[in-house]
């Protein structure tokens, strides 16, 4: 028996055991477009693409008529950092993901409960796990320990160990960050190890994949060996032969401009959290982390990496779309929508960025199962309303997305967002921390030499990178001699270590029941303190439920006279004050000792 049904109920009704029949579907198949056609699904496999399918016994048949049907997305720029994003990426439609670093025991273990049908509505994951770098180097910096080398003898005994971790390809840094406005240069490998490094893997079959930052670093790359370049440049200009150089070489690149427009200061993801067809599918944490950006000391440009862009696609150099998502301004899944709309914004078609997003990143990495619409290949579709070959936008207004045949359900994902949206609500409702009313924090009259009190809330502590595996110290101690002439006044003192990608050492208020419980300050406006130390620019951090645990910064510079500062809430990305975790005044990201004083810290 055969049973069309309306689509909405299709939905959420099929499983992957029955066929599945779509019909009078505009379809992409990964390379060209074909209109009017019928996709037959069976055992997780797509069996037959054609105008006229007979329709199989017991078969769910649904009419795809003005809509289109796309291989899953393949992001080819992630960070896995646990299992909640390979969750939420089907969600948008993304249904690989190719990291590009990440603790490789992490990987094999989220690859091996996927294979084991743990995991069936989850992203699937192909991983470098650990990256080479030097000692210090850009990869370091995050706390957990990473194998580094410094020499070309050392590449293939570096590439061999990754393999034995189950490394599916190898990623490599050169990159010593100056052009992120970096005072110094950060350690990065030698072109003659990175070339090492690249014949070490192609001897054992593996690609090879470079982090670079300028364009002579992406020049370098290619020189050196590698099969593609993880980014595309920061700068106003590229060469005029890079585009040839590319070919030449036989490359692949994935431009990540959507991390890129972050790093220049021209976050484009914070406009696509808006959106419409996106937005009610994305966690409150989510939104706000596309709406972060990068801190730089220097003003970047993004233009070379366009110009770049249209090079490469004139001299047919396979772009891969990747988002480099893990990095502020950017989310699982969404993030793909607005690295489509970038590329073709930088020259490609609609129907370019598509198979930017789908064949070409499976041909690049040899996933020859996925990345098309063809008979045999995986059954990892989305369906969209519209037609994203005349208007990428149209992507992001998803029917419905299957993993493998089977379909992600996207309404329980809805309903878990609105859920999240309505505990937001109730903690702007609920009352304020008792005590808060004056918005006082501190004085600090108590007497020198004691702890500090707060006058609400948990009160104040030490606080450091050392909870995420870092190695700064601090001391908080109140000492004689206040702003405005009063008796007391905060001292934090200690030493901000390298060792960690966001190093902090400083003093931590925590407004609620415990350290880090959200509190309701929904009713103040601002952060007010006075603030005195040793020239040294610092950061208040406010963590809050809604970002996760991703602070938002402000900064400010503690001069030699005491000077009172005040920091929109709002200004903190947005935050309402409705579910505050804690506010940090810390030194850092510059390493070596420091000494801040604080008084009369208040909220108004």
Same mark, same amino acid.
């Given at each position: 028996?055969?049973?069309? +049904? ?25 390379? $060209? ?18 105008? &006229? ?28 950092? #646990? ?14 993901? +190719? ?10 273990? =989220?690859? &091996? ?5 743990? =995991? ?21 910096? %995050? ?25 599916? %390809? ?9 052009? %992120? ?14 070339? *090492? +490094? /690249?014949?070490? *893997? ?103 990496? %366009?110009? *770049?862009?249209?090079?490469? &696609? /004139? ?6 779309? #990747? ?131 707060? $006058? ?13 595996? #870092? ?116 030194? #850092? ?6 000494? +801040? ?8």
């Amino acid at each position: 028996m055969i049973r069309r +049904l309306p689509l909405l109920f299709a939905l959420t009704s099929i499983s992957a055991a029955q066929p599945l029949l779509l019909e009078h579907a505009r379809v992409f198949d990964g390379s $060209r477009v074909v209109s009017n056609a019928s996709v037959l699904v069976e055992g997780g496999v797509i069996r037959a693409v054609g105008p &006229n399918i007979s329709r199989p016994a017991g078969a769910i048949v649904i009419d795809a008529t003005g809509k289109t049907l796309l291989p899953g997305l393949i992001d080819s720029h992630t960070h896995t950092l #646990g299992l909640d994003p390979l969750k939420q990426a089907p969600i948008f439609g993304v249904t690989t993901d +190719l990291d590009m670093f990440t603790q490789p025991q992490l990987a094999t273990s =989220l690859k &091996n409960q996927k294979r084991d049908g743990k =995991l069936a509505d989850y992203a699937d994951l192909r991983s470098s796990g650990f990256l080479a770098t030097a000692p210090g180097g850009h990869g370091t910096e %995050y706390g957990m320990p990473v194998p580094t080398l410094t020499k070309p003898e050392e590449a293939q005994a570096w590439v061999d160990a990754r393999i034995a971790e189950g490394s599916d %390809y190898i990623k490599a840094v050169l990159d010593d960050a100056l052009e %992120y406005g970096s005072p110094r240069p950060t350690p990065t490998l030698s072109k003659e190890t990175l070339k *090492a +490094l /690249a014949e070490a *893997a192609h001897k054992r079959g593996k690609l090879i994949v470079v982090h670079i930052g300028t364009l002579q670093q992406a020049q370098d790359a290619i020189e050196a060996g590698a099969d593609g370049l993880a980014h595309l440049f920061v700068g106003a200009h590229s060469s005029a032969d890079f585009g040839k150089l590319a070919a030449s070489h036989h490359i692949f690149v994935v431009p990540t401009l959507t991390v890129l427009q972050t790093i220049c200061g021209t976050p484009f993801d914070a406009e696509l959290a808006e959106d419409s067809h996106l937005k009610p599918y994305l966690p409150p944490a989510e939104a706000a982390m596309m709406k972060r950006g990068f801190q730089t000391s220097a003003k970047i440009s993004c233009d070379g990496a %366009y110009e *770049a862009v249209r090079q490469l &696609n /004139a001299a047919h150099v396979p772009i891969l779309a #990747g988002t480099d998502v893990g990095n502020p301004g950017t989310t699982q899944g969404a993030s793909m929508h607005g690295e489509m709309e970038l590329l073709v914004r930088a020259g490609l078609t609609p129907t370019e960025a598509l198979r930017a997003a789908t064949s070409a990143p499976a041909a690049a990495f040899h996933l020859d199962d996925r990345g098309r619409i063809a008979p045999g290949k995986r059954a990892d579709l989305v369906l969209v309303n519209g037609d994203p070959t005349a208007d990428i936008r149209a992507t992001r207004d998803i029917a419905t997305v299957w993993l493998g045949g089977q379909e992600i359900d996207r309404t329980a994902w809805k309903s878990m967002v609105e859920k999240q949206i309505e505990d937001q609500a109730k903690k702007k409702a609920s009352p304020p921390p008792a005590g808060s009313e004056s918005g006082w924090i501190a004085d600090f009259e108590e007497a020198p030499a004691s702890q500090p009190k707060a $006058r609400f809330g948990a009160g104040w502590s030490g606080s450091t990178d050392q909870i995420a595996g #870092g190695k700064s110290v601090a001391k908080l101690e109140v000492v004689a001699g206040g702003a405005e002439g009063s008796k007391g006044a905060l001292q934090v003192s200690g030493e901000v270590m390298p060792g960690f990608a966001y190093p902090w050492s400083g003093a931590m208020f925590s407004p609620g029941a415990a350290p880090m419980a959200p509190a309701n300050l929904s009713s103040k406006k601002s952060i007010q303190f006075w603030a005195k130390g040793d020239g040294q620019t610092y950061r208040v951090m406010v963590f809050a439920t809604r970002l996760g645990f991703q602070p938002a910064t402000q900064t400010f510079v503690a001069g030699p006279e005491w000077k009172q500062f005040t920091m929109p809430i709002a200004g903190f990305n947005g935050v309402d004050g409705s579910d505050l975790m804690a506010i940090i005044w810390a030194a #850092g990201p510059k390493t070596g000792p420091f000494s +801040l004083l604080l008084d009369n810290v208040r909220l108004q």
